[in-house]
């Protein structure tokens, strides 16, 4: 199991994690954060994004 569809985007419920969506705090974080282009697929994300996104939680 994977913990997101790669083939969604944040807005279309790519995380897979039970309590994380885009219609909980972690959605208005994630959306409103200005990093994320929240509707463009995960697959599309550059290593840059995906490694802010996952990981470091920095600024790009």
């Excluded at 997101?4 to 974080?29: Q, T, V």
């Excluded at 994630?30 to 996952?54: M, N, Q, V």
């Amino acid at each position: 199991m994977s913990v997101y569809d790669d083939s969604k985007s944040l807005n279309e419920g790519a995380l897979a994690i039970p309590g994380y969506s885009m219609d909980g705090w972690y959605g208005r974080i994630y959306g409103g954060c200005g990093y994320f282009d929240a509707d463009k697929p995960i697959r599309k994300y550059t290593k840059s994004e995906l490694h802010l996104r996952w990981v470091s939680g920095r600024e790009p």
